[in-house]
Each structure stands twice: as C-alpha cells, then as structure tokens.
C-alpha cells in the first residue's frame, strides 16, 4: 500500500508561483510512475504532468507546458510540481497519484493510488 500527501497549495496572485509537493510511503516508491492530476469546480479531473521511475522522462499537459515542472527526488520519496506564471484558470484542486507501472499515464485509469488533494486558488 502506498500513501500519498500533497502539500503547497494556497492562494496566490496571477503570475505568481507555487511548489506542490507530494510525500509517499512505502519502500517501493522509487518504481512507480508520478502523475500530478487537478480538477475544477464542475469539470472533470484532468492530467497535468507526469514523470517515469527515475524522472528520466516527463510530459506535460499542454496548457500547463512551459510553466509547469515536474520532478522527483526518490531519496526523499517526494514528487513535485513546480508552477509559475499561474492563470485563474489554473485554479483547481490538484492531486498526486502513482501508478504501479514505471511509466507514467495521461489518463487517471493508469493510477492506483491517489492523495487526498490540494487547493491552488489563483486571483486576476
């Protein structure tokens, strides 16, 4: 069982940035594919980065692409989600996820764990 905990979300101004972070458990975190999933009010939940095993590669959404950068450091069992140049439109609630495979997935089928979610809120 692998448990996830995202954190640094807040409300920031636009062109502002923020840096998520997500924390997983387990010993076997370092094999997993990462994905960063947000969701907004009405809509559904959508892919905005993902990363394989050893961050050896990655792949964005592509309204986030350019501004947003994922990373992970398997030492520390961490993923994270680094945004800039944040739009309202960014606003939503943004989750961690891992997949059991070691390449990542654009579709939230493609994970198997999820963590419980993070609020980015982005004023005009």
């Known amino acids: 069982q692998v448990q996830l905990v995202e954190s640094g979300g807040g409300l920031v101004q636009a062109g502002g940035s923020l840096r998520l972070s997500c924390a997983a458990s387990g010993r076997t975190f370092s094999i997993f594919a990462m994905g960063w999933f947000r969701q907004a009010p009405g809509k559904e939940r959508e892919f905005a980065a993902g990363?394989?095993?050893?961050?050896?590669?990655?792949n964005y959404a592509g309204s986030v692409k350019g501004r947003f950068t994922i990373s992970r450091d398997n030492a520390k069992n961490t993923v994270y989600l680094q945004m800039n140049s944040l739009e309202p439109e960014d606003t939503a609630v943004y989750y961690c996820?891992?997949?059991?495979?070691?390449?990542?997935?654009?579709?939230?089928?493609?994970?198997?764990?999820w963590g419980q979610g993070t609020q980015v809120t982005v004023s005009s």
């Open positions: 990363i394989n095993w050893n961050g050896g590669s990655t």
């Open positions: 996820a891992a997949s059991r495979s070691s390449f990542y997935s654009s579709s939230p089928v493609g994970y198997n764990y």
